[in-house]
T-cell receptor
């Protein structure tokens, strides 16, 4: 089945530094990937839609200059948290849609295992 | 997730059935989904149902959809300790976005 790899799974950084999180679709091509943020014991909040070869579409209230998204290939999207602060500490999850699933009509997303960011 | 609502917690005994409920608001949603999240992990798709269906069964999982009431449920038969996790329902919105509920913590007691 479709597999999405997310790296790193855990990262600790100092306040003011930048952190890059990678999301790769391992056995399928994904023109669209999604980035979510999950706070403890809460639901997933969609941050942005990452589009291969074009700019990401950010949800309302998400700072695009702080959360930089690059989708340079059909199998890789990256999220960079710039000038991280302790309030950016969270669990970030990416997902990708297998193009092969589109034919069935169902918007089946495969999720990565998530990246836990802790900003000191 | 505020437009998709779920009860926060469910506790059942091993071997019993679990029923997790969800209500959604967008009547134009074409698909509804159930995802499972184990501690510290990503989300695993359990099943999904097309909006013109009332029921879908997949082994121990049964999904019931009441489109009129915008109510979705997930029944897990013969619940096992390995089923302990957080279960999210989600609806598919315009632009193929998924909107998730807050999740239901399922605790299975042996």
């Amino acid at each position: 089945g479709a597999v999405v790899s997310q790296h790193p799974s855990r990262v600790i950084c100092k306040s003011g530094t930048s952190v890059k999180i990678e999301c790769r679709s391992l056995d399928f091509q994904a023109t669209t990937m999604f980035w979510y943020r999950q706070f403890p014991k809460q639901s997933l909040m969609l941050m942005a839609t990452s589009n291969e070869g074009s700019k990401a579409t950010y949800e309302q209230g998400v700072e695009k200059d702080k959360f930089l998204i690059n989708h340079a290939s059909l199998t890789l999207s990256t999220l960079t948290v710039t000038s991280a602060h302790p309030e950016d500490s969270s669990f970030y999850i990416c997902s990708a849609r297998d193009q092969g699933q589109l034919r069935s009509g169902a918007n089946v997303l495969t999720f990565g295992a998530g990246s836990r960011l802790t900003v000191l | 997730g505020e437009d998709v609502e779920q009860s926060l917690f469910l506790s059942v005994r091993e071997g019993d059935s679990s029923v997790i409920n969800c209500t959604y608001t967008d009547s134009s949603s074409t698909y509804l989904y159930w995802y499972k999240q184990e501690p510290g992990a990503g989300l695993q798709l359990l099943t999904y149902i097309f909006s013109n269906m009332d029921m879908k069964q997949d082994q121990r999982l049964t999904v019931l959809l009441n489109k009129k009431d915008k109510h979705l449920s997930l029944r897990i038969a013969d619940t096992q300790t390995g089923d302990s996790a957080i279960y999210f329902c989600a609806e598919s919105r315009y632009g193929n976005k998924l909107v998730f509920g807050a999740g239901t913590i399922l605790r299975v007691k042996s």
